[in-house]
Every structure is written in structure tokens, then in C-alpha cells.
């Protein structure tokens, strides 16, 4: 949670001039995600967020993302588009990074979700899914299911057994597991694929937004709603499984966008696959990062414990 | 520049129920400045910032902030002070710290100041020592003349001079040339004393705020004015003086509360202590926060130039 790129308010008023959004009244660098340099601005006209985007993000994915959002947006779902300037651009380069201005959406992120809200996530995810159905540009995932066994590979077993006893075994096995039974016949999409409760912001109830579109891209797009349900459905150390929130969850997704028998059939598999999707990057995090460094390490085994849970209640999706 | 302690957005909602400002819309965490945690809110009423207070700042002496804030905004300068609870507190506990919520000024910190930007700041600062003039709350400054040489032995001479080779003995020798020429009989005041081009918010050449009050204390109201010289009046490396903004400095100052000839008269001796208080923190810190810390140290050698600086040109106060 920093601001790494420092942007004078000077550099950021002369940038603003190349839009039709009024004069620079605030800006102050926020602490939003891990990923990007992150200042709220706001103007004679309005509120905007000014993203620059630090090594994490590739700018030669970002057309994907405005096409994303753009298409979105027309289509009524709450999301932040990136703003176009006067001569129609949206990639702008500040302080030798790839910059864009972005809609400021209102809402906070709730830290402890309750049913309702989780219900609530479920409908803005379904509704962002119909919306998607057709959207035709692709972009790989980066963490797909075929990159996985790769990942386990990086992170190395002994280091793996560092973080817990037995975690390389568990890992390897689970591995061979979902390469067995990953279906391959499910319906793709454009997914969000981290739609964490950080990632959604809501006034009350009521979802507001849906943000930090920095892992969208093409693939199983119930895989979508499995790796939401592993965000939102525990305890943030995974200990504890919160039924109601799941029941919630999947029910608000359906009411808006109905799983096929097939989809719902692999849940479980899938988000299996979401907890060790979650447990290998923050493994790889945990082992290349320095204890000290600036960056917040999140635990791994938070993730362990959902997979665990995932891999002795199958019926929790069904019941 | 970071939030050190995470306040959820659950929590913030039920803090604000204690005032009357509205509902909460948007909660940001902000990287501003280096001593608290701050978060840049958004109600249905307007714009709040909520500080916790971190290790640097006594809670013991947030009634003296408190009073000085009040103080000053009932008198019509632009600061930002804390805002009473129903129950008229201001002073309150959150995630184990103090905090305070404040008032949103506008504005922008300014990287690169003009000598217009700079006269408006010497203004602002003269009409403040002129509403502070009949205030009578007093606070020990911690960063004053006396502790300089207490400062300069904790950091110890070899690590002085492992800085700056000679630094330890330019020191010595300042500290000696100060403790024998140091004035005491300046008009002393409430002051300011780190009236830093981020501590200023301003629009266009309009100062719309002072903020960061934690350094304030009571001490010769003619420092004040130094600290603010060498802090606006040099390139940030301390290698490049800039005449035309000391002179507008100085002169918006005058236009709102005029030096006497003993203060004008002193003014190099105080910049020479400015220059040596900011050289000697900076010095400490820089020996003592690890090289990969969350928190970037800065350069001592930038006020150690502009220390040279006002060693050589005592007249740049007088031409």
C-alpha cells in the first residue's frame, strides 16, 4: 500500500490540460492496491482517479482493459472507465510510466462482508457476465490452470515446505488432481478473476463498483464465480467457512445469471483450483519478497486452508 | 509516504456516527506526509480527513495543536482544525491510536514554487503570527536551539562524517558560532517551524491552507520565518539559491506583519539554525532508518548547502 511514482501537482495540473475535466482542485497519492501508483484528483468538474501503472501491469495489455471497461460501462455495469482525452487517447505517458485517468467511482471496500452484501457481489458479477457474453477480444490469463504446475516449480519444494510441512506434497498432488478433472468444455468469458472484497465497492448494500480490472482476461467464466466464492466466503486467515455468505453469494450470481448444470457440477473443482491459485502466487510472493521490504507479504497458508476446505466439503455447493 | 495503521471501512462508518457529517461515501487511505496514518473521507455532507496518530506525535500534546487550530480558524486564517463529536470531543481512540477528524481544505502542495506562490506564503505566515499574537498556550519546541547539541552527539561524529567527510567538525564549529550569537531577546510566539512547500496548499498563487501542525511550538516568531526561507528558497539538493523568491518571501511577509529592525537584523543567524536543525534531523534519521525502510530518507547534504549558503551570504537578507 504505497504511492510509488511521485507526481508534482504541477506535472498533474499540465497533464489535465489535455482533457475536458476542468482544473485541478485536490490530489493526494492514495494507498490503493499493490500494483500501481494511485492519486485522487479532484477538479472544478469532478472526482478522478490518475493510475500510473508500475511494472506489475504490462501497457500493452491496457487496450484490453479499456475495451473491457468501455464495453462494460455502455452496457450499464458499474466500473471505472478510463477518460479519453481531447484528441480521443486514453494511454497517456507521466514520468516515464503509462498513465491513465479514470473515473472516480463512490463506495468503500467492506473488510468483514455480510450476507446481504455478499448477495449483492453475487448480482454484480452475474450482471457483469451477461454483459459480457459478447465481448470478442481475448487476453490470456497469466495464472491459468496451465501455469500453475510452472508456478510450483518457481517457488521450489523446499522453499514450499518452509512455509508449511507437507505443502510441496499437497501441492504436487493437487496438481495432478485438477490436471485429471479441469474441465475443458465449459463456457469461456471475460472474467475479472480477483474480485476480492477489496475490488468491490459498495454503500451499504447496494454495489457500487466493480474495480481493479488488472488480472481481467479470457477463461472459464464460472472459474470467475469459484475464485469470488474462495474471496469472500471465509475468514481472511481461511479458518473458518462462512455458509451463509457462500449460499448468499451464489445465490445473488444466479439471479441475474443462472449456472448450467455443467458449471455447477465443477465448482468444487474450480475452486479448488482458485484456492491453489491464490495459495502458489502468495507463495511465490512470501518466498521473493523480503520480510522488511515495502510490500505487505500475505500469508500463503490463508489460501491452504480454503483449499483443504474446498477438497473435504465438495457439497458445499450443492447442499 | 504511507498508511501504517489499516482501518476498515466498517469501522470509519461507526466512528463517524459520533458527529454530525453526514454518512460515509468514500474512504481513501492517503500517503501524506510521514508521521500519521491518514485517510481522505468523503460523506454525504463533504470531504474529512481522518488522522491516526503514530509513534512521532505525543497524543499529550494534541490539546495544544487543538487550541492552536481553533485559534487560528476563528480569527480567519485558512488551517485545518479538528472537528467536535456530539459530545464535544475531539480527541479519540481508534484501532488503539488517537485520532482526530479534520477538516478538508483544497488545494495543492506545490514542487516547484514561483515567487508569486512564495509571496502569497509569506503573507499567509505574517497574518498568522499576527492572529497568534494573543495566544498564550505555550509548547516546548523539541527541535529548539538548545537540543541542537544534544541532536549532533546522538548522531555521533564518525557517522557525520561518513555523510559528509569534515561534517562532524562544520558542526561542532556552527553549534559553537550559534550558542555565542543566538538572540534572546526576539518577540517570541506560537509558531509553525516546518513550513515546508508540502505543508502549504495552495491554487494557483492563492494560499488555500497551511496544514501539519505537529511540529508547532512556542519559540522566536522571527525562526519561523527562517525555517520557511530555507525551506522555499533553494533547489531541493540545497545547490541553487533563488533570489527572487527569498525577496517575495520576505516582502509578502512584511505586507502582513512587519519584521522589526532587531528580527530583520538576525534573520542570517536564524537561517544559519534553520539550515542546521533540518541538516541535523535529516542526519539522525539518515543514520538511523535502514537504507531499504518503508520510509525514504533524506538527503542531509541538501541543507548543508544551503547552511553554507547563509555561512557566505549574510546580506542576501539585507540586498
Redesign the interface.
Known amino acids: 500500500?504505497?504511492?510509488y511514482t511521485?507526481v508534482?501537482?504541477?506535472e498533474?495540473?499540465q497533464f489535465l490540460t489535455r482533457f475536458d475535466v476542468g482544473t485541478?482542485?485536490?490530489?493526494?497519492?492514495?494507498?490503493?492496491g499493490v500494483e500501481n501508483s494511485n492519486y485522487?484528483l479532484?477538479t472544478t468538474l469532478g472526482k478522478y482517479i490518475l493510475t500510473l501503472y508500475e511494472k506489475r501491469v504490462d501497457p500493452a495489455d491496457l487496450p484490453f482493459f479499456i475495451a473491457l471497461l468501455d464495453h462494460l460501462s455502455e452496457r450499464g455495469c458499474l466500473v471505472p472507465p478510463m477518460i479519453a482525452d481531447r484528441d480521443g487517447q486514453k494511454i497517456h505517458s507521466l514520468c516515464g510510466r503509462s498513465a491513465c485517468l479514470i473515473t472516480f467511482l463512490?463506495?468503500?471496500?467492506?473488510?468483514?462482508p455480510t450476507a446481504a452484501q455478499a448477495q449483492a457481489t453475487g448480482q454484480a458479477l452475474g450482471t457483469m457476465h451477461d454483459a459480457l457474453t459478447n465481448f470478442d477480444q481475448e487476453r490470456q490469463n497469466s495464472m491459468d490452470h496451465d501455469g500453475w504446475r510452472t508456478l510450483a516449480e518457481q517457488c521450489g519444494p523446499e522453499q514450499l515446505d518452509r512455509i508449511a510441512p507437507g505443502l510441496a506434497k499437497s501441492v504436487a498432488q493437487e496438481l495432478d488432481q485438477l490436471d485429471e478433472h479441469w474441465p475443458h468444455d465449459l463456457a469461456r468469458s471475460a472474467i475479472h478473476a480477483d474480485l476480492f472484497p477489496d475490488n468491490v465497492l459498495m454503500?451499504d448494500d447496494r454495489v457500487t463498483g466493480l474495480i481493479d480490472f488488472y488480472f481481467s482476461c479470457t477463461d472459464i467464466r464460472a472459474y470467475d464465480l469459484a475464485v469470488t466464492h474462495a474471496a469472500w466466503c471465509f475468514s481472511e486467515d481461511g479458518t473458518e467457512f462462512y455458509d451463509d455468505i457462500s449460499h448468499a453469494l451464489i445465490a445473488g450470481y444466479e439471479s441475474t445469471f443462472p449456472l448450467s448444470d455443467a458449471e455447477r457440477d465443477a465448482l468444487p473443482l474450480l475452486a479448488r483450483g482458485a484456492a491453489l491459485r491464490f495459495l502458489l502466487t502468495r507463495a511465490y510472493d512470501w518466498i521473493n519478497t523480503?520480510a522488511?521490504?515495502?510490500v505487505t507479504r500475505k500469508d500463503p497458508q490463508a489460501f491452504l486452508h480454503r483449499l483443504r476446505h474446498y477438497q473435504t466439503h465438495p457439497d458445499i455447493f450443492t447442499s
Open positions: 500500500m504505497a504511492v511521485k508534482s501537482a504541477e498533474i495540473g485541478l482542485v485536490s490530489a493526494k497519492g492514495i494507498a490503493e485522487l479532484e463512490p463506495g468503500v471496500s467492506v473488510s468483514s454503500l523480503p522488511d521490504a515495502m
